[in-house]
């Protein structure tokens, strides 16, 4: 029986069995080189290899052979273009030179002569960490830091990448501005540590702190002699060897006092006598007993850290500014696990929070403040001595000889500096007479340099100084310049002294058709605030203590 097959038309004559065995001839001599017996080949529309025999495929018996158009109707879907991509893949991939590589020594353990993907070595996992530091003026800088880099390391990196002068009192501050918190690191905490317990919101800051490690040098000013208690003598004092008691273990130092503390379920603040030692802050239950079974703790040291309250009064309602918070290590801390308490005056909140941080760190804290000290006399023997302007490094000289000499005597010295303003006073008039640039005029420099010191801050509020005062830290002598508000020709200097900020104004004078400053009514003149600052620097006249530290911002 025969069957009868539409005769193909004349432009769609094509044999595609011929063209596919031709295809597959030429892809085995193609790779007969380079893959042996693997290469897979299409017959018929089927995949084999090369080297494999196979069965001629046959057309179903009909009664006899069929035609050639009547065996290519009857075969199986040729999928072409996909096994084209599959050799081609391989092809790739296993024809590609070898590359020689020019450093043999650094090839993989083997020793081979040509780089392979082997012999790289694997990529190590990184371990720096993104960290985002504010300034005072809000503008923040990412910094890539390692994992185990301290407080006082980026801090030295800051000062390095902002052009400061490092004088080791540059600190590391994690502020909470929800909470209305914040601290300064220790120099010794690892700050992607810290970063991890805070929140989105936190965020740290760079600036000056100038009492981190004053008590060591004053203790006096730290702890009055009515907040610290013995427990082995009742007949101590306070002394300078009170910080080293608080280091010692064999010794027992409390602090002991009245604070404000806030009930957690309430606004309100309730006045208590606590007890602060090495294993905790306690409220006695009964007065001021010691008794343990009067004592109650309220707070741990150890997985806690203390911080200053910001605007205490505003936010909480607290009685005082004086506020300071002992909050948990943990991320989410909630509100009622917070103890906010707040003294009666600034002197004790000092007390508390340095017998706080000296109970929890104890040695550490004096490892940290005799690092830069070591550093400093490390230094001092590779290189050569750098003259800085301080108290002892200005002499009065007498150059009216052949050679020059030191005035030791104070009333020369105080002579020999009067004459030296009375000449310099009669060169300036000479000059104002010649036709130079009077000193009245606004736009001369004696006007406008204090402008460029880091000490002047320009129109600031009086509210605004005490803050810059109180963060970077109430010691002896720390001062600041600004605009006067009441009078526009004036100027305000701002000075700290025992933990208490004071205001003296500056107020021009004119003698001879020029213009002065003066900061005691014209007894002690000056051309310009530069020379004011420099003169109180080495002198207290009449200001309770020398000028000592300046209060800058630095912009990162």
Sequence with gaps: MYLSLPQPQPEDDVDLEALVNDMNSSFENLYSSVQCESTPLLHNGQLHRLGETHAP??????????SPH??????????????????????????????????????????????????????????????????????????????EMTARDLCQLLVYKSHCV?????????HHPAMGLERCLEDHEVVVQVQASMTSESKFLFRKNYAKYEFFKNPLNFFPEQMVAWCQESNNCVSTSTTTSFLNSSSCPEIQGHLYVKESSRKAWKKQHMFLRRSGLYVSTKGASKEPRHLQLLADLEDSNIFTVIAGRRILNAPTEYGFCIKPNRVRSEQKE??????EDEQSRTCWMTAFRLFKYGILLYQN??????????????????????????????????????????????????????????????????GSPSPLHPSSLSAVIHKTQLWFHGRITREESHRMIHQQGQVDGLFLLRDSQSNPKAFVLTLCHHQKIKHFQILPCEEDGQMF????DGATKFTDLIQLVEFYQL??????CKLKHPCTIVAL
């Design 166 to 174: 490092d004088d080791n009192s540059w600190a590391l501050v994690e």
């Design 369 to 434: 403040y005799k690092i830069p000290q070591q550093r400093k006399a490390l230094l001092s023997h590779f290189s050569a001595p750098v003259r800085s302007v301080s108290e002892n490094s200005l002499v009065a000289m007498d150059f009216s000889g052949r050679i020059g000499r030191v005035i030791d005597n104070p009333v020369e010295a105080q002579s020999a500096a009067l004459e030296e303003g009375h000449a310099w006073r009669k060169r300036s008039q000479r000059m104002h007479n010649l």
């Design 70 to 147: 009547h065996r290519l109707h009857r075969s199986q879907p040729m999928h072409i273009l996909a096994v084209r991509r599959l050799q081609e893949q391989q092809y790739r991939t296993s024809s590609l030179p070898a590359i020689p590589n020019p450093f043999p020594e650094l090839c993989s353990p083997a020793g081979s002569p040509t780089l392979c993907p082997g012999s790289l070595p694997p990529s190590e996992p990184s371990d720096k960490s993104i960290v985002k530091v504010f300034s005072e003026d809000c503008i923040g800088k990412v910094v890539e830091i390692p994992a």
């Design 338 to 343: 917070l103890r906010m308490l707040c003294a």
């Design 539 to 544: 002198n207290r006249g009449v200001l309770p």
């Design 57 to 66: 495929t046959h057309a179903p018996n009909l009664g006899q052979q069929t």
């Design 517 to 520: 400053f003066s900061l005691d």
